[in-house]
């Protein structure tokens, strides 16, 4: 967390957005990449986020009659918790929340059914290793392949039903012809020659 003092942005000229401008600019997230020399193909990771406090207290906001003006300059960085704007209760005990999501295009009754497989093999691991207490909870608290997987029932249900009713149709309708085949065997077979 960067905090920063008010009278010192108003001395310099500045604004709460100026800073956050020139940290957004300088801590950018760019994907690698592939760089060819000669025969050889490099692969390249760069690391282009800020790492530390000291880093962020480093950015510069602006430059005043040739002097750069740091966030140092203006306030302090901390490595602290970030601001806590809510609570979560899941039955009206505290807890935390944390949101899985899905990758676009991936399957989400796979995804979920992972999850579920994960909590019920690795927090018991995670637990007896001491990497969380043993009195933690872990649970799924919403699940959106309920929907879907209800869709797909209510699908096939329909696909069953739709299929009988035209098993149905095209019985009554071969009986229907049936009879009418054989009443026209009837009547011509009445009919003298």
Same mark, same amino acid.
């Given at each position: 967390?960067?905090?920063?003092?008010?009278?010192?942005?108003?001395?310099?000229n500045?604004?709460?957005?100026?800073?956050?401008?020139?940290?957004?600019?300088?801590?950018?997230v760019?994907a %690698?990449?592939?760089i060819?020399?000669?025969?050889?193909? *490099?692969?390249?990771?760069? $690391? /282009?986020?800020?790492? +530390?406090?000291?880093?962020?207290d480093?950015?510069?906001?602006?430059?005043?009659?040739?002097?750069?003006?740091?966030?140092?300059?203006? %306030?302090?960085?901390?490595?602290?918790a970030?601001l806590? *704007?809510?609570?979560?209760? $899941? /039955?009206?005990?505290? +807890?935390?929340?944390?949101?899985?999501l899905?990758?676009p295009?991936?399957?989400t009754?796979q995804v979920?059914?992972?999850?579920?497989? %994960?909590?019920?093999s690795?927090?018991?691991?995670?637990?007896?290793?001491?990497?969380?207490?043993?009195?933690?909870?872990?649970?799924?608290?919403?699940?959106?392949s309920?929907?879907?997987?209800?869709?797909?029932?209510?699908?096939?249900?329909?696909?069953?039903?739709?299929?009988l009713?035209v098993?149905?149709?095209?019985?009554?309708?071969?009986?229907k012809?049936l009879?009418?085949?054989k009443?026209?065997?009837?009547?011509?077979?009445?009919?003298?020659?």
């Open positions: 967390m960067t905090y920063l003092e008010p009278s010192k942005l108003e001395a310099y500045l604004t709460f957005t100026d800073v956050v401008d020139a940290l957004a600019q300088q801590n950018l760019l %690698g990449g592939n060819k020399v000669g025969d050889f193909d *490099y692969q390249v990771h760069p $690391v /282009n986020t800020l790492q +530390s406090t000291q880093d962020i480093n950015v510069v906001v602006a430059v005043r009659e040739g002097q750069p003006i740091f966030i140092k300059d203006l %306030g302090r960085t901390k490595d602290d970030e806590q *704007y809510n609570i979560v209760r $899941v /039955n009206g005990t505290r +807890s935390v929340y944390v949101p899985l899905r990758e295009g991936e399957n009754i979920v059914d992972r999850i579920r497989e %994960g909590i019920a690795e927090i018991p691991k995670m637990k007896e290793r001491g990497e969380i207490p043993e009195v933690t909870q872990v649970d799924l608290v919403s699940d959106q309920t929907y879907i997987r209800s869709a797909i029932s209510n699908l096939k249900i329909q696909l069953i039903l739709g299929a009713l098993v149905i149709i095209v019985v009554f309708f071969l009986r012809l009879w009418f085949g009443f026209l065997n009837l009547s011509l077979a009445k009919r003298p020659n």
